[in-house]
């Protein structure tokens, strides 16, 4: 046999194998499991389980009371989904579409919501103490009433969002958009407002991040001034 011949067919079983190896090792890409799917259409329960990538906007059932305490749900389409009073604590959300969802009284503790989208949604007395809402899209957003304290919500868009009498206590909000936004009464205690857009936002009664009651003057927190 000619010898570069010889070694060129060595070189491509070698290439083969390296590639098969490879392919073998790599992490199977996330996605939901139809047997998951079934278990909370019967029991309305699958605490740890896999939905991520998930279409509940097309799904015959809805969630309200949903236990899914744990599960996967990142990049789960979740559009004008009936959440309320479900249970989502520790679940990872990542990426998730919320946008136009009813989710009032629901649980999203210590939740991960990263860069999900809330735009539009309801999550008025809604529990999301702790929760991670970093760079994640509430524009106009209703969390009337709801707990967020301890909450990451640094680069959130929240322009025209109702958080009125909602509890941001220890809330991170540095960086966060929230022109035009309805914060009237919120608790605020311990923020962090630094580089905040509270352009045109409604702050009458709110308990500011030095415990005084809103007097005017938001300059010392440092939050961006209106363009």
Not at 59 to 67: M, P, R, T, W
């Amino acid at each position: 046999m000619n010898i570069k011949l010889w070694t060129r067919r060595l070189c491509t079983i070698a290439l083969a194998a390296i590639v098969s190896l490879a392919i073998g090792n790599a992490p199977a890409a996330a996605f939901y499991s139809q047997a998951n799917v079934d278990q909370l259409q019967e029991t309305n329960e699958c605490n740890g389980c896999d939905f991520s990538n998930y279409d509940f906007s097309t799904a015959d059932f809805d969630l309200y009371g949903s236990a899914l305490i744990g599960a996967d749900l990142t990049g789960a389409n979740l559009f004008h989904v009936l959440l309320n009073g479900a249970n989502l604590s520790q679940a990872d959300v990542t990426g998730a579409n919320f946008s136009e969802a009813i989710a009032m009284g629901a649980k999203f503790e210590e939740a991960d919501l990263t860069e999900a989208d809330l735009s539009q949604g309801h999550f008025e007395n809604a529990f999301m103490d702790r929760t991670i809402l970093l760079e994640s899209d509430l524009t106009g957003a209703v969390l009337t009433s709801a707990q967020l304290a301890q909450a990451d919500l640094s680069n959130i868009s929240a322009q025209s969002a109702m958080l009125d009498r909602t509890t941001l206590s220890g809330v991170n909000l540095s960086g966060a958009n929230l022109a035009g936004s309805n914060l009237r009464n919120a608790n605020l205690i311990d923020a962090n407002l630094t580089d905040a857009n509270l352009c045109g936002a409604v702050l009458v009664g709110a308990k500011m991040p030095d415990k005084t009651i809103y007097n005017g003057d938001i300059s010392k927190y440092g939050v961006l001034p209106c363009d």
